[in-house]
């Protein structure tokens, strides 16, 4: 990982004390993704306010390296609050920035699997994307 020490310091703290590790019982959706290259894993519970249009809490579990952990445990603490809109427009940049390192090309796929969980999994439950159609999947 590249990047200053004090970013460093705050994935590897992520990585192995991961912030809303766990489950949420009565989710309003929930969705495991995977990296295909390597075959880690991020599962999120998302639960919705009253109107549907604002996150209220997140819970990840999962299995994988640094990056793709430390990522969703950085992600579960931005979404709570965030509108569903905001979280469809994330990208890979706002990723890497919450990161705050350099991510190499390789390890891209591994920054932005928590953030694809979520925001298929929410186009899903809103019904925009195909169950069978993930984006984990595509090549992006
Ligand atoms: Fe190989 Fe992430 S998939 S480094
Ligand atoms: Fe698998 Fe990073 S090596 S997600």
């Known amino acids: 990982i590249g990047g200053s020490d004090m970013y460093r310091q705050q994935i590897l703290d992520h990585y192995k004390n991961p912030r809303n590790y766990g489950e949420i019982e009565d989710a309003t959706f929930t969705h495991v993704g995977e990296n295909p290259m390597c075959g880690d894993t991020i599962e999120m519970d998302i639960v ?6 604002t996150i209220e809490h997140v ?10 952990q430390a990522s969703a445990s950085m992600l579960s603490e931005k979404l709570q609050g965030m509108s569903v809109e905001d979280l469809e427009a ?15 090309p390789m390890r891209v ?7 694809k969980v979520a925001q298929d999994g ?19």
């Not at 990840?60 to 793709?68: E, H, K, T, W």
């Not at 890979?92 to 705050?100: H, T």
């Not at 159609?133 to 595509?138: A, I, L």
């Open 122 to 140: 929410a186009e899903i439950y809103f019904g925009e994307k195909d169950l069978d159609k993930t984006r984990t999947e595509e090549d992006d």
């Open 90 to 104: 994330l990208d890979r940049d706002d990723v890497i920035d919450m990161l705050g390192v350099d991510i190499s």
């Open 59 to 68: 819970a990840f579990r999962g299995d994988g390296c640094a990056i793709s």
């Open 109 to 115: 796929k591994c920054a932005v699997l928590a953030e």
């Open 48 to 53: 919705l306010d009253d109107d549907e249009d």
